[in-house]
């Protein structure tokens, strides 16, 4: 598909400036591929149209008939017992929790029939006020994972469980002695009681607790200033000056939802709106949103935190001389000292309204200087609550290992987690297990641990399993199963009991029994479980005294110790900073082919992770993205594809972890790089002086951003806040000239959604809510290649301005409903209509898959099936459909509804009430999820609706006016707000 | 020079001419009535089960209203079938030892679920909501005829999408009081209908959706 020379204006700067890609602004080939990339319209095996067709050409005649035959008979198969409560047909929604990191998230769980089919936020629960983010929502596909291990096995062979809980009692012996458990940490209160009862019986067994992620750093530094091990708790809502020094609070950090929320809410506050300065090395969703992005080196952000601490001490009484005197002295920090000085006049500006927070991971050092800074402003807008969690410090891998070399684990039972895969590759984990005796793997998979085990037990998920655990803020979150164990899996409390030698006790007994044990009572205890939460167990907020003696003597050490030393880096090695992405996590989520088909917020890589570095080093290194370097730390060498991004530091290379798995029978089998083969237990998040090495080969990546090219128009628009609103704006007062006529006069409802891009973070939680609501498939890494990818609503991302520190902004984008659509009038089979309230509808069974509505479509919203994604479903599968929406099969095209599904039930709800239609309030999938509620939906006839007062934003504006298709759904300008001052 | 083809040829390629095009307009006019007529829908064809439940006896003899046992077409968009347990909560204790229940008692002791065979069946790309039609005035003989005469049920209306459309078009014909929904005897003049239907339709805002989505998801 090759096109003449490139318009003018592409790469030149006119317009708006912004650009999808590095390759678009270069004026390269991403235009002129049009909308699909060569080859889009072939078919894998390379059989080109003209000879399909010729030999279709009798079967297409005849297809026609298939209407007339009558499906087979059906049958109809009720309950014997029918529960009670339940009405099939009708869906039952339960409170429930997921756990992450040892930390609870609120959910609710829509069940149909028996089986959980959607995840939704729990509006009781104060950590997610009824959104959630990327994780939760895909856990349902997790739950129906056929990669899932559902037998038990003991040297290969299948045994009951009766055999391995006399294998477990056996192992335990009379006290334990010999029996290593290695777990996840935890915040469950039973599972503390559970211990405490296991250490008494078996008083020789110890714990390790594995984690990826310790959160030692931020206890040592408060231990030092505040005298007790506290973990921090900024709450963005009201701030008005934050600082950032690296971390990604909105998106991956603990706690997201809560946060995006709070920062959302401090973004609209019309007196005082936020204004936020984040300094990181590697671009994430916090630093794109923010006013002021300052690209740091991680290694500099102690120094930088310092120099910020030095000009705010000044006017702090009570700060003793030896901590100026340790601050005087400090190298010149790796940013203009004007910017350094506008930033700390902003922060003692807002005094208790800054904060400053720092990346959960930070070293001890930054962190101190964190808490340092936030006393030193006197911020309210953080406290102080002392950990919540069993283990989580940091990572007993390291004493276990070293335990098993000195041949004292006779017995070692890993429950969770997967250290064979997760540990720092300079632990060689494999051979210490072999140590062991006796290797007991409790997992929900059949993946490295369990390769490396005699017994396999299959794990319960959250989602079958009776328990509790607390929030991020302490607050008790209960945990039911919404289906019963569908792989046999069984549950850690099961296991311990098994090891104690108990009898077996449901988990439902097991967990009243605990709160019995706790003073609750029946009625409370139902309470409690159907609310999900017990209100107001949040753990209190300490906000103690810092220590400025002791903050003094800290600086001063790591003064001393070089911490803020600014030299560079040797020439020709750089920083590589290890993260857990946004989509599988530390790698547990691997298996889950929605999330690795999501696009990466910021990279928009799919099926894969590479090598981020900055275009500056690019063109040093003379490399394009999806060439492979060799990066070597010095112990170990690794090959992985190079992809440029633009907002990365010169100085860092940034590769996620969790992918390369090696044994994997799910959808992480041969993804990606194993990037913890880098990783060293005393380096674990920035391993410095990496040299890298260009080769010759090519990885095509599976990214989602140079598809679908929009030319250059105003599409996101973001204009700051002391800046009049862009003309684009202005322009759309006047609906251009159409051949088509007016719609008449409108009845209610009109459904119609706005999206605010000053809320949006991009962290794609509506992206994998709509998946998990609209039964979208997912159709693999070479078919992302060929654009071929099925999400209806997609998160586009633009940048502005140079290509070593752009702005970005994110655009969820999906069928704007235009009332003068035009892609209906160009359908030969009426298959896509606009209904009369306001909908452009999409009649699956009508199309012939023309895709002549896809071609006309301005947004380019409209996906096709070009193959059966769902024919290799199983019975396991389809448990995870939503049957409100049809399953689409091959030649179909299909597009986002506005959740017409929901729309209808309300509908009908309305209706039965005696009501006029709409009148029930009606949520979109999309909607619902956002955890910074960026999506607003209703009834635009209805001035009271929050939709209808978006609308009237003076902000308000539709994408590419100018094409006369009148969209429904409208954007926000983004309002930046930047420092008057800053050059 | 002599004409190639006898003009007999003539009378042949006109005769041909009129019989295919009469085909074209004829053979598409049949197969659209074949697809209506019940070879195709399957109209009024008992259906067999496996255990013979009479709706005469337990409607007509017993007295049994229709949401005694499918009680999801009020709540729900699916009316179902009856869970063992209702079955078994009279027959547990009336006719105990009957043969004719031997499948009933079976289910029970085994808890095995009966397997009914569907009468009346849509689409799957159909969503119809059952609590929106019996809440809102649409009798259950509307669609599923006199059951309550049927030894053994079978499809009483076409069930296409244009007999569907008939009744969303003009939904006054079809429309009656809520407390006559399961009622049997309800057979009103065509007059009295349709005084009443109009009634309904003012009173209740009856606007059945004719949209594609309405129904198409």
Redesign the interface.
């Known amino acids: 598909m090759q096109s003449g020379p490139p318009p003018a204006g592409v790469g030149s700067g006119t317009g708006t400036g912004a650009w999808r890609s590095l390759a678009e602004r270069n004026g390269l080939a991403a235009w002129q591929r049009g909308e699909f990339a060569p080859g889009a319209d072939m078919a894998p095996d390379a059989l080109t149209r003209r000879a399909f067709l010729s030999r279709a050409a009798a079967s297409l005649a005849l297809a026609g008939l298939s209407g007339c035959i009558a499906k087979p008979a059906q049958q109809i198969v009720p309950y014997v017992r029918q529960p009670p409560e339940l009405v099939p047909g009708v869906a039952q929604f339960y409170a429930s929790s997921l756990v992450r990191d040892g930390y609870a998230s609120g959910i609710l769980v829509e069940t149909h029939e028996g089986r959980p089919t959607k995840i939704e936020g729990n509006p009781d629960h104060p950590a997610s006020l009824g959104s959630s983010g990327v994780l939760e929502q895909a856990a349902i596909l997790d739950l129906y994972d056929p990669a899932r291990d559902g037998s038990i096995r003991s040297a290969a062979q299948p045994v009951s469980w009766r055999e391995a809980r006399q294998a477990l009692a056996q192992a335990a012996g009379g006290d334990g002695a010999g029996l290593h458990l290695l777990l996840e940490p935890s915040s469950s209160p039973s599972l503390a009681l559970h211990l405490a009862e296991v250490r008494e019986r078996l008083p020789r067994a110890v714990v390790h607790w594995h984690t990826t992620a310790g959160h030692g750093a931020e206890l040592d530094a408060t231990q030092r200033l505040m005298n007790q091990p506290l973990l921090a708790h900024p709450d963005l809502t009201h701030v008005q000056v934050g600082v950032a020094l690296g971390g990604d609070p909105l998106a991956t950090d603990r706690d997201s939802v809560r946060q995006a929320r709070a920062w959302a809410h401090s973004r609209r506050d019309a007196l005082h709106p936020s204004r936020w300065y984040v300094l990181e090395a590697s671009p994430s969703c916090t630093g794109f949103s923010a006013d002021h992005r300052i690209i740091v080196d991680d290694r500099f952000l102690p120094l930088v935190a310092a120099a910020l601490l030095a000009k705010l001490i000044a006017s702090v009484p009570g700060v003793p001389a030896e901590l100026h005197q340790a601050l005087a002295h400090l190298p010149p920090a790796p940013i203009p000292a004007a910017h350094l000085e506008l930033i700390a006049d902003d922060l003692r500006r807002a005094g208790p309204h800054a904060l400053v927070t720092v990346g959960a991971h930070a070293p001890m050092a930054l962190q101190a200087l964190a808490v340092a800074l936030n006393a030193a402003l006197g911020s309210e807008q953080i406290g102080y609550r002392p950990s919540v969690l069993l283990g989580g410090e940091r990572d007993g891998l390291p004493e276990l290992v070293r335990l098993l070399h000195a041949g004292a684990v006779k017995q070692l039972v890993v429950v969770g987690a997967n250290p064979l895969f997760t540990s720092p590759g300079d632990l060689d984990t494999a051979v210490a297990f072999r140590a062991a005796g006796q290797r007991f793997r409790v997992g929900l998979r059949a993946d490295e641990t369990a390769a490396a085990c005699d017994w396999f037990i299959p794990l319960a998920h959250d989602l079958e399993s009776w328990g509790d655990a607390r929030s991020v803020d302490g607050t008790i979150t209960w945990q039911q199963p919404t289906i019963d164990p569908l792989f046999a899996g069984r549950t850690l409390a099961e296991i311990l009991d098994a090891l104690m030698a108990r009898d077996e006790r449901p988990g439902h007994l097991l967990l009243r029994e605990r709160w019995r044990s706790r003073g609750m009572g029946d009625a409370e205890y139902r309470a409690a479980i159907q609310r999900g939460c017990l209100v107001g167990s949040a753990t209190p907020l300490l906000r103690p005294a810092v220590d400025w003696r002791e903050a003094a003597q800290l600086v001063r050490e790591l003064s001393e110790g070089g911490t803020f030393a600014a030299a560079p880096a040797a020439t020709g090695s750089w920083d590589l900073s290890l993260y857990r992405d946004g989509k599988i996590h530390d790698g547990r989520y691997g298996d889950n082919p929605w999330l690795q088909e999501l696009p990466d917020a910021i990279t928009k890589l799919t099926w894969d992770n590479a090598l981020l570095i900055a275009p500056a080093l690019a063109d040093t290194l003379g490399v394009r993205t999806g060439q492979l370097v060799a990066v070597d730390s010095g112990a170990t060498t690794l090959r992985v594809p190079v992809l440029v991004q633009p907002g990365q530091s010169p100085g860092t290379v940034s590769l996620a972890l969790g992918y390369g798995r090696r044994v994997s029978r799910g959808a992480a089998h041969e993804v990606g790089v194993d990037a913890y083969a880098l990783r060293t237990s005393a380096q674990p998040w920035l391993v410095r002086g990496v040299r890298l090495t260009v080769l010759a080969e090519h990885r095509d990546l599976a990214l989602t951003q140079e598809h679908w090219a929009m030319e250059e128009r105003p599409v996101a628009l973001s204009v700051a806040r002391d800046q009049p609103l862009p003309p684009a704006i202005a322009d759309q007062a006047h609906a251009p000239l159409s051949l088509r006529p007016d719609q008449g006069p409108l009845s209610s409802p009109q459904w119609g959604m706005v999206v605010d891009l000053g809320s949006c973070t991009g962290c794609n939680a509506c992206v994998t809510a709509c998946q998990a609501e609209n039964n979208i498939p997912v159709v693999g890494r070479e078919e992302v290649l060929r654009s071929r990818e099925m999400h209806w609503l997609r998160v586009d991302r633009y940048y502005r301005g140079s290509c070593a520190a752009p702005e970005a902004i994110s655009q969820p984008m999906m069928c704007q409903h235009c009332e003068k659509a035009p892609c209906e009038y160009v359908c030969p089979t009426y298959a896509t209509t606009h209904s009369p309230d306001g909908l452009n509808e999409m009649t699956y069974n009508r199309c012939v898959g023309t895709r002549f509505c896809s071609n006309n479509c301005p947004y380019k919203v409209r996906r096709f099936n070009w193959f059966n994604y769902h024919q290799s479903s199983t019975p396991l599968t389809r448990m995870a459909m939503n049957p409100d929406v049809t399953v689409r099969a091959r030649g179909v095209m299909e597009k986002c509804t506005y959740c017409v599904q929901r729309i209808r039930a309300g509908d009908i709800s309305s209706r039965i009430a005696g009501q006029a239609p709409g009148t029930q309030p009606v949520v979109t999938a999309c909607q619902q999820a956002c955890p910074s509620q960026a999506i607003v939906f209703g009834n635009i006839l209805d001035a009271s609706s929050a939709v209808a007062r978006a609308r009237a934003s003076p902000r308000a504006y539709a994408v590419l006016a100018d094409s006369g298709a009148q969209p429904r759904t409208r954007y926000l300008a983004r309002i930046t707000n930047p420092n008057p001052a800053w050059a | 020079m002599a004409p190639l083809f006898p003009r007999w040829t003539d009378s042949i390629l006109r005769a041909v001419l009129i019989l295919v095009g009469l085909l074209v307009v004829l053979l598409p006019c049949l197969?659209m009535a074949?697809?209506r007529s019940p070879y195709?829908?399957?109209q009024h064809e008992p259906i067999e089960q496996p255990i013979a439940f009479d709706h005469r006896h337990h409607v007509l003899d017993d007295g049994i209203d229709c949401r005694f046992c499918h009680?999801?077409a009020y709540?729900?968009?699916?009316a179902?079938?009856?869970?063992?347990?209702v079955c078994m909560g009279c027959h547990a204790q009336i006719w105990p030892d009957s043969p004719a229940l031997a499948g009933v008692r079976e289910?029970?002791r085994t808890?095995?679920?009966?397997?009914?065979?569907?009468v009346t069946?849509l689409?799957?790309?159909v969503?119809f909501?059952?609590?929106?039609h019996v809440?809102?005035g649409v009798g259950c003989s509307e669609c599923h005829g006199q059951v309550e005469h049927m030894a053994r049920v079978e499809k009483a209306m076409p069930m296409t999408m244009d007999w569907c459309l008939g009744c969303h078009r003009q939904p006054a014909q079809h429309l009656r009081p809520a407390d006559r929904i399961t009622d049997g005897s309800w057979h009103p003049s065509a007059e009295s209908q349709r005084v009443l239907g109009a009634m309904l339709v003012a009173t209740?805002?009856i606007?059945p959706?004719t949209?594609?989505?309405?129904c198409?998801?």
């Open positions: 197969a074949l697809v195709i829908t399957h009680g999801g709540r729900s968009a699916s179902g079938v009856p869970a063992t347990a289910s029970w808890n095995t679920p009966i397997v009914w065979n569907r069946t689409p799957d790309f969503y909501d059952h609590h929106a809440n809102r209740m805002h606007s959706p949209t594609c989505s309405g198409h998801r």
